[in-house]
């Protein structure tokens, strides 16, 4: 499966970069795009050393944490507009933006195409390919919620970063696994994280 992970300028660094490493351990062809605020906030975020600059520094830097080769994924900057998946014509299989800001909601919910990553999660709404996104932001407006019913109107799916605790999580891991597990299962795929209800291991 070809999936093109966005990860845009909200909290919630963590979500994205693991949502990364479950896909690749999934065996999906891998595609990243990050915004500029979001390599901002990885740097106040994620353990470690701030993001490097240039995008094959980025790469090397992105490959440590998922961990990966990198060959086994690509990284895009923010403005390539040639990349495949902003074409109609040589859709990705599924586009997942976690963490998605409500501006980048917004956007996409009105059709203005002012990025490329909001470009492409266009084009997924145009050939109904699934595209998942993954809102974390609290207390929710009205103008938010709009924009959201508006997007799953038009098929997207809208599932917040809302962790559950039925499988009693030990760590902060497996609180933001709960989430990468669920956006996984949208697309089809199972991550084997934690035990589905009913299946969980009581501790």
């Known amino acids: 499966m070809k999936v093109l992970l966005g990860i845009s300028g909200a909290s919630g660094a963590v979500y994205g970069m693991r949502t990364g490493a479950a896909l690749l351990s999934a065996g999906a062809e891998l595609h990243i795009l990050v915004t500029k605020t979001a390599w901002d906030i990885m740097a106040g975020e994620l353990p470690g050393k701030a993001p490097p600059a240039t995008l094959p520094a980025r790469r090397r830097w992105m490959a440590g944490r998922l961990p990966a080769s990198p060959g086994t994924f690509r990284l895009y900057a923010e403005d390539d507009y040639g990349i495949p998946f902003a074409s109609g014509s040589n859709p990705p299989d599924a586009v997942v933006i976690v963490p998605c800001s409500m501006g980048m909601l917004g956007r996409i919910a009105a059709g203005v195409s002012s990025s490329v990553l909001e470009r492409c999660a266009d084009v ?66 199972d991550a084997g994280m934690h035990p589905r209800w009913g299946e969980e291991d009581i501790r």
């Open 124 to 189: 997924a709404l145009k050939e109904r390919k699934p595209l998942v996104l993954v809102p974390r932001e609290t207390p929710l407006s009205s103008i938010h919620l709009e924009n959201m019913l508006t997007l799953s109107r038009a098929g997207a799916e809208i599932l917040p970063a809302c962790p559950g605790f039925y499988h009693r999580p030990a760590s902060l891991e497996e609180l933001v696994d709960f989430v990468v597990s669920r956006i996984l299962s949208r697309l089809g795929m």
